[in-house]
C-alpha cells in the first residue's frame, strides 16, 4: 500500500503542475480569462521563490553552490506542492458552503452573518490543520541537491579519487576515496595493517560528504583508506528524497560492496562511522542480513537517535505548542511516509543496533546537543548488546561533537582495537 501511494503522489507532483498551466492557457485562449492565467503565474512565481530559497539555504548550510537544473526542480516541486494545497482549499470551501447552506444568492440577516463566521472560522482551522503537517511532511523529505564547494585535496591536502558506485536499490552515488597517507611516523607506515583498513563515513540529514571530511581527517594519517560518498538526496548523488536512515541503509551497503569488489587489499576490515542519520543507516546497514551488512566490523555513530517517531516527537514539541505538536506528529510523519516510499513512522535504529552482535558498537553523545536529544542517545545505546562502548562529551554542542578531536582520536583507537566477540 505505502508502495502504491508513494508512487501516486510522485505522480501528481509530476503531471499537476504541467496540467494546470496548460488548461488555464487553453481556457484563456478560448475564453479569454485571463484571470484563470493570472492565479497561475502568481502560483507558479511563488514556486519559483520557494525553490531558490530552499537551494539558497541548503548552500549556505552545506557550504556548496546551487545549481540552475536543482533551482528548477526544487521550484517544480514547490508548484505541485502549492496546487495541492490551493486544491484542497477550493474543496474545502465548497464543502463547508454547502454545509453552512451558503449557497443562496441575495441571502441576508444575521443568520447568515453567523454562518459565514463559522465558514470562514472552520476554513482557517481545517486549512491549518492539514496543510501545515503537509508542509512539514514535504519539506521534511525532499532535499535540493548542492554540489561541493570544496574537496578533500584542496582542505587537507589528501589524494584521493572521485568515485560512481550504486545502492543496493541501484540508486546512483558519488563518492571520494581517499587511500591511507600522510603517515605520522615512519613506524605507523610499516605497521602490518597499514593501508589494510577502511572506514566508510556517512554524513548526517542535509549535509554531504565535505561536511563529514572533518570526521575522515584523523583516519587518513592513522593509516585508514576512507570512502566518503554522498547520500541520496544530498550532494551530487541521485534522488531527491531522503528518510532519515530508512533506505540510506541500501547505500551504506553499496559503498560497502564498492570498497570490497574495488579495493580487496584494503577491505581486511571495513568500518563505519556516522553522524546523525548517517549512524542510524550504518547500524541498518550493519544489522542487515547481507554479505556486505556482515563485513562492517564495527560502528560507530555520533549523535545517534533511537527511533524516528519519538525524535519527531521530541522535535514537534520543542517547537510547537500543544495540539499542533500532536498534529504534526500524527500527520506529517505518515505523509512523510507517503512521500518517500519509506515507512518512517515504525523506522528505529534501536531495533537494528541489537543485530550488530558480536561486532562492536562506540556511541559518541553530549547532553547539550541542540538537535539529536540526548535520551534518543541513551536508549540507543541501552538496545545495543555488548561490546559496547559510550564517549560522552556533556558540553558540546552538536556541530563541536562532529568537529572534536577528542572524539575523532576516541573513533580512531575504538578501530585499532575493534574485535569481534568470540561466538560459541
Not at 556517512?202 to 576512507?226: D, T, Y
Request: charged share 20%.
Amino acid at each position: 500500500m505505502l508502495y502504491a501511494l508513494h508512487w501516486t503522489i510522485v505522480a501528481i507532483y509530476i503531471v499537476l503542475p504541467a496540467v494546470v498551466l496548460a488548461t488555464a492557457i487553453h481556457r484563456q485562449r478560448r475564453r479569454g480569462q485571463k484571470g484563470a492565467v493570472s492565479t497561475q503565474i502568481v502560483t507558479f512565481v511563488a514556486a519559483i521563490a520557494v525553490g531558490l530559497g530552499l537551494n539558497l539555504v541548503y548552500a549556505a548550510g552545506t557550504h556548496g553552490r546551487p545549481t540552475v537544473p536543482q533551482i528548477l526542480l526544487a521550484s517544480y516541486f514547490a508548484a505541485g506542492m502549492l496546487l495541492i494545497l490551493r486544491g484542497y482549499d477550493t474543496a474545502l470551501q465548497l464543502g463547508l458552503r454547502r454545509l453552512m447552506r451558503l449557497r443562496q444568492a441575495g441571502e441576508i440577516g444575521w443568520s447568515r452573518g453567523v454562518r459565514v463566521l463559522v465558514f470562514a472560522t472552520l476554513r482557517a482551522v481545517l486549512l491549518f490543520a492539514v496543510g501545515l503537517p503537509y508542509v512539514m511532511a514535504c519539506l521534511a523529505t525532499y532535499r535540493p541537491k548542492v554540489m561541493p564547494g570544496d574537496d578533500p585535496r584542496e582542505l587537507l591536502g589528501f589524494q584521493f579519487d572521485r568515485v560512481e558506485f550504486r545502492a543496493s536499490d541501484g540508486t546512483r552515488l558519488i563518492g571520494w576515496w581517499i587511500p591511507a597517507q600522510a603517515a605520522a611516523s615512519r613506524a605507523e607506515r610499516n605497521a602490518p595493517t597499514w593501508g589494510t583498513r577502511s572506514v566508510v563515513v556517512c554524513h548526517g540529514l542535509a549535509a554531504g560528504k565535505l561536511n563529514e571530511l572533518v570526521l575522515a581527517r584523523r583516519f587518513v594519517p592513522a593509516g585508514f583508506n576512507v570512502l566518503l560518498f554522498d547520500f541520496r538526496a544530498h550532494g551530487e548523488s541521485a534522488g531527491q528524497l531522503a528518510t532519515y536512515g530508512a533506505l540510506e541503509k541500501r547505500d551504506v551497503l553499496g559503498a560497502v560492496k564498492w570498497v570490497r569488489d574495488n579495493h580487496a587489499q584494503q577491505a581486511e576490515k571495513i568500518f563505519g562511522v556516522g553522524a546523525s542519520m548517517g549512524g542510524a543507516a550504518l547500524i541498518s546497514a550493519a544489522a542487515d542480513p547481507s554479505d556486505e551488512g556482515r563485513a562492517l566490523s564495527a560502528v560507530a555513530a555520533y549523535a545517534g537517535y533511537d527511533d524516528l517517531r519519538s525524535l519527531a516527537r521530541d522535535t514537534a514539541a520543542h517547537y510547537f505548542a500543544w495540539p499542533l505538536d500532536k498534529l504534526l506528529l500524527n500527520l506529517s510523519l505518515p505523509l512523510a511516509s507517503i512521500h518517500s516510499g519509506a515507512d518512517l513512522v515504525n523506522y528505529s535504529p534501536a531495533q537494528d543496533v541489537h543485530d550488530l552482535w558480536p561486532r562492536p558498537f562506540l556511541l559518541i553523545q553530549s547532553e547539550n546537543d541542540e538537535i539529536i536529544d540526548y535520551q534518543r542517545g541513551v536508549r540507543l545505546f541501552d538496545a545495543a548488546s555488548p561490546p559496547k562502548y559510550r564517549a560522552f562529551y556533556p558540553e558540546a554542542t552538536h556541530a563541536e561533537l562532529l568537529n572534536s578531536d577528542a572524539a575523532a582520536r576516541v573513533v580512531v583507537q575504538f578501530f585499532r582495537t575493534a574485535k569481534t566477540l568470540p561466538v560459541i
